[in-house]
C-alpha cells in the first residue's frame, strides 16, 4: 500500500509539497521519477518484499516503461508462475515487479486478470502514452483531473491541493448538494473543482494530442453463475459449504506478505468469521484491536464480544476505551486523514489509530458481508421506489418537508425512474409485487455506500495511519458466488444465514445469538459538551462559509443543528456540517 502521483503535460509542480501530502500513505520511503512531460511520485509502504528492489517508480530493464502502483495483488504468485514461463525473469520479490513484466507481456489484458486491490500509472516513453487502471469494486483510490494540455493522478485530494492544481476556495457545487444530501459526496463527483474520481473496474489510456480511452475489465456485476474450486469437494451442492469454502480462500490469499496480518474485532459476525479464517491457516500470533466507548450514552460497545471471540480464538487483543477527552483529542488527526469530508469515517479513525499504536501493518475488515450477504434491515421486502431513496434519505435525517426542500433541484443526482434499477440490476423489474430482489438491493450497495462512503473512508483513515486494509468479503470469487446464490438460499437461517452457518462451529455461541447492532459512535454528547462545536457558534460559522462557497441552501445547517438540541439521538445530520465546516476552515 502506498500513496501515489503523477502529470503529464503540466510542467514543473511542487514535488516535496506533493510528497509531504501523501507521507502517511507511505512512511517507509520514497521515489520519483520524470522524462519528458511525465513525471511520477510515489511514497511507500512496504508489505512484500521490504528491499530496496520493490521501491517505485520501477522501471523495466530497458527504460522503456514506468511504473507506480499503490495496492496489493493477491494472486502475484500465480502471474509470476506465467510470465516466467513465458520467458520473464524477476528481479524482486515484490507484485510490483509483477505488474510491470506483466504489462509489457500482455499489455492492457493484464488488468482481467487481476485478483487484488490497486490503482496503477504506466507511462510508456517510447510512445508517450499513460495507462490508468483501478480495481473492479473501487477498493483503492484513484482521482484525475484532465485539461486540455495533460493530466494528473493521484491517491489523494490533498495532493492535488499540495501540486496547487486544486483549492478549496473552488468546490464543486454538484458534490456540495451531493454532500447535503447524503453526508457524503457520490463519485464521480469531489469537493474539488475540476478532481473526479477514477472509475472503478476501468482501464484508461491517453497520449498527448488525444482523447481518453476508458474501457471496463471487470463487470461490476459479476456473472450470475459460481463454479467450484479445483477438486471434488464433498458437500458442495450446500451453499454454506460454497460459501465457507470461497471464504477460507480468500482468507488465505489475502494473508501475504511480510509483515504480520492483523483484524479489526468488532465483537459481530463479520469480523469473528474472518479471525477464525485466519486462525485456521495461521498458528502463530494473530494481533486484533477492539474500541470500546466510556460516558458516551448511546454508543455500540460490543467490546465483551470482541473479547469473547479473541479468547476462544488464542488472540493477541487488545482493546480502547474511548471517551470525550479521546473524541477531543482525535478529532483535528482525523480531518487531516479523512481528506474529503465524510458523515461517517471517525469510527474506523479510532480503531485504526489503535490498531497502529499496537503495531499492526495490515488490517482484515468486514466490509462487503452485509451488502453482499443481505446484513441491512432495509435490503429486505423494499419496493422500487424505497430502495433508490433509502440511503439518500435516511441519512439525511431531516424532517419531511426538510426532504422535500432538499430534493428541489437536486434530484437528477439520482436515478429518477423507478425502472432505472433494471439497468443498474437486471431482474429487479421483474420481481413479483414491485419488490426488489436481494441481488439488486446488493449491487446497489456495492455501488453506492460502500463504494462512495465506507471505502473511501476506510482507506483515507487507514493509510493516514501507515496501514493497510483488506477486504477478503470483496474477493472476486466469493462476491461472484453471493451474487449468484438466490435470495431462498440467503435466507436460509435469518439476516446472513449462510454466514451464520459457517460460523457456527467457529465462534461462541454468544457472538451467533448477538443481534447486528453495528460499530457506531453517539456524539451528541460530546458535540453538545464541546463548545467549539456548540450548535449556536457552528451555525454561525456555517452560514458565512457556505454562503461564500455558494451552497444553495446553508439553512439546512441551522436545521440539523436544531435537531440535534431537540432529539439528541438525531445528531448525524449535524455532524455532517460540523465536519464540513471544520475541513473548509482548514483549507
Not at 521519477?33 to 517508480?57: F, K, M, N
Not at 513484466?101 to 490503482?119: C, D, K, M, P, S
Not at 482484515?364 to 434519505?393: K, N, P, T
Request: charged share 20%; with cysteine; glycine share 10%.
Amino acid at each position: 500500500m502506498c500513496g501515489l502521483f503523477g502529470s503529464v503535460g503540466l510542467g514543473d509542480l511542487p514535488e516535496a509539497a506533493i510528497l509531504a501530502a501523501l507521507r502517511g500513505r507511505g512512511p517507509d520511503d520514497w521515489g520519483r521519477w520524470q522524462a519528458g512531460p511525465a513525471r511520477l511520485l510515489h511514497t511507500r509502504l512496504a508489505i512484500q518484499d521490504l528491499s530496496p528492489l520493490g521501491q517505485q517508480p520501477m522501471l523495466s530493464d530497458n527504460g522503456a516503461l514506468a511504473l507506480v502502483f499503490n495496492g496489493e495483488i493477491y494472486n502475484q504468485q500465480e502471474l509470476r508462475l506465467a510470465l516466467e514461463a513465458e520467458g520473464e525473469r524477476f528481479r524482486s520479490r515484490s507484485d510490483t515487479e509483477v505488474l510491470l513484466r506483466g504489462f509489457q507481456r500482455w499489455n492492457q489484458q493484464l488488468w482481467g486478470r487481476l485478483n487484488g486491490i490497486f490503482a496503477i500509472a504506466c507511462w510508456e516513453v517510447e510512445a508517450q502514452r499513460l495507462t490508468l487502471a483501478r480495481d473492479g469494486f473501487g477498493v483503492k483510490p484513484l482521482l484525475w483531473k484532465r485539461e486540455i494540455r495533460g493530466c494528473a493522478f493521484g491517491s489523494e485530494l490533498s495532493a492535488f491541493e499540495a501540486a496547487g492544481l486544486a483549492s478549496r476556495r473552488q468546490l464543486s457545487t454538484a458534490a456540495l448538494e451531493s454532500y447535503a444530501l447524503w453526508g457524503s459526496v457520490a463519485a464521480p463527483l469531489t469537493l474539488l473543482s475540476g478532481v473526479e474520481v477514477f472509475p472503478a473496474g476501468h482501464w484508461g489510456q491517453w497520449s498527448p494530442g488525444g482523447a481518453w480511452t476508458l474501457t471496463s475489465f471487470a463487470d461490476p456485476l459479476p456473472p450470475l453463475t459460481a463454479a467450484p474450486p479445483a477438486g471434488e469437494i464433498p458437500g458442495w451442492n450446500d451453499p454454506a459449504t460454497q460459501v465457507g469454502i470461497t471464504l477460507q480462500r480468500a482468507v488465505e490469499r489475502q494473508a501475504i506478505g511480510d509483515v504480520p496480518v492483523g483484524l479489526f474485532l468488532s465483537g459481530g459476525l463479520d469480523s469473528g468469521l474472518l479471525a477464525a479464517c485466519l486462525r485456521r491457516s495461521q498458528s502463530g500470533p494473530i494481533r486484533s484491536v477492539a474500541v470500546g466507548f466510556d460516558g458516551l450514552p448511546g454508543a455500540v460497545d460490543e467490546t465483551d464480544l470482541a473479547s469473547l471471540t479473541a479468547q476462544h480464538l488464542g488472540l493477541e487483543h487488545r482493546t480502547l476505551r474511548i471517551g470525550k477527552p479521546e473524541l477531543d483529542a482525535a478529532f483535528d488527526g482525523f480531518l487531516e486523514a479523512i481528506d474529503q469530508p465524510s458523515i461517517d469515517g471517525f469510527n474506523s479513525y479510532l480503531v485504526a489509530a489503535a490498531a497502529s499504536a499496537g503495531g499492526m501493518r495490515v488490517a482484515f475488515s468486514g466490509l462487503g458481508a452485509d451488502e453482499l450477504f443481505g446484513g441491512y434491515g432495509h435490503m429486505v421486502g423494499l419496493d422500487r421506489h424505497r430502495l433508490l431513496r433509502v440511503r439518500q434519505i435516511r441519512a439525511a435525517g431531516l424532517a419531511p418537508r426538510q426532504r422535500r426542500q432538499l430534493r428541489q433541484g437536486r434530484w437528477r443526482l439520482l436515478p429518477a425512474d423507478p425502472s432505472a434499477i433494471a439497468t443498474a440490476a437486471p431482474g429487479a423489474a421483474h420481481q413479483p409485487g414491485g419488490t426488489v430482489p436481494l441481488r439488486a438491493a446488493s449491487l446497489l450497495e456495492l455501488r453506492g455506500y460502500l463504494h462512495d462512503t465506507l471505502l473511501r473512508d476506510g482507506d483515507a483513515v487507514t493509510m493516514h495511519h501507515g496501514l493497510e486494509l483488506r477486504v477478503p468479503f470483496l474477493d472476486p470469487e466469493l462476491a461472484a458466488l453471493a451474487l449468484a446464490l438466490d435470495e431462498p438460499q440467503h435466507r436460509q437461517g435469518g439476516c446472513k444465514g449462510l454466514l451464520r452457518q459457517v460460523a457456527a462451529p467457529l465462534l461462541p455461541a454468544a457472538v451467533l445469538a448477538s443481534p447486528k447492532r453495528g460499530f457506531n459512535l453517539a456524539l451528541a454528547p460530546w458535540l453538545l459538551d464541546q463548545p467549539r462545536f456548540a450548535p449556536g457558534r457552528i451555525s454561525r460559522l456555517l452560514s458565512s462559509e457556505l454562503k461564500r462557497r455558494n451552497l444553495r441552501d446553508p439553512k439546512l445547517a441551522v436545521a440539523a443543528s436544531w435537531l440535534l438540541l431537540r432529539a439528541t439521538n438525531r445528531w448525524a445530520p449535524y455532524w455532517r456540517w460540523v465536519v464540513l465546516a471544520e475541513w473548509l476552515q482548514r483549507g
